[in-house]
């Protein structure tokens, strides 16, 4: 089974921050890489796919980058909208794998 | 608008059984790659079971043997049925959309419309 691990598990940032969150998977993936958003007592919400492409309807300031094992998570220009915990997953192969999670605190 | 509804969550007694329903609109269940994911409370996301369009499923090792995920196309509805139940599986169960590519003979299919959820507590 391949193994999800985000890094951190919390960040501290501002409105108008870069941030970067990174995951790493326990054997290569390719791109084959989603990223969600999920704000308490919500369900996640697709931001990327395929490690880069941004779902409609996202903002610009997401991106994403990566392949094999490593890959980023990065927002731009931090807004108040975007504090809530970011989750990384395979979809490489069965079974599919989340990252434990990296909450965005407001500092 | 598409659209996902879980239903069927609720309080049940360890060694029990329980069918969660989730409900589609804006597009066709049968036609798609259709996952459960569950979140324990105050944890990550658990991927937990998904049926292909052409009705193969995969679960994961958690659940295997105690989970079915099925369908009803008549009623464009998704089905997780949960026997013998443990404390365990108490979480928040999500059904969601799968979309992605066929590559190199293999699906990759992230996900990319979700339920609100529905709440399974296994307790005495």
């Known amino acids: 089974d391949i193994q999800m691990t985000q890094s951190p598990s919390t960040l501290s940032a501002s409105v108008g921050d870069r941030v970067t969150i990174t995951c790493r998977a326990s054997q290569s993936i390719s791109s084959w890489l989603a990223w969600y958003q999920q704000k308490l007592g919500k369900a996640p919400n697709l931001l990327i796919y395929k490690a880069s492409t941004l779902e409609g309807g996202v903002p610009s300031r997401f991106s994403g980058s990566g392949s094999g094992t490593e890959f980023t998570l990065t927002i731009s220009s931090l807004q108040a909208d975007d504090f809530a915990t970011y989750y990384c997953?395979?979809?490489?192969?069965?079974?599919?794998?989340f990252g434990q999670g990296t909450k965005l605190e407001i500092k | 608008e598409v659209q996902l509804v879980e239903t069927g969550g609720g309080l049940i007694q360890p060694g029990a059984s329980l069918r969660l329903s989730c409900a589609a609109s804006g597009f066709i269940v049968s036609a798609k790659h259709m996952s459960w994911v569950r979140q324990a409370p105050g944890k990550g996301l658990d991927w937990v079971s998904v049926?292909?369009?052409?009705?193969?499923?995969y679960y994961a090792d958690s659940v295997k043997g105690r989970f079915t995920v099925s369908r009803d196309n008549s009623k464009n509805t998704l089905f997780l049925q949960m026997n013998s139940l443990r404390a365990e599986d108490t979480a928040v169960y999500y059904c969601a959309r799968g979309s992605g590519s066929y590559y190199d003979y293999s699906y990759y299919y992230y996900m990319d419309v979700w339920g609100k959820g529905t709440t399974v507590t296994v307790s005495s």
């Open positions: 997953q395979q979809y490489n192969s069965y079974p599919y794998s």
């Open positions: 049926i292909y369009s052409g009705g193969t499923t």
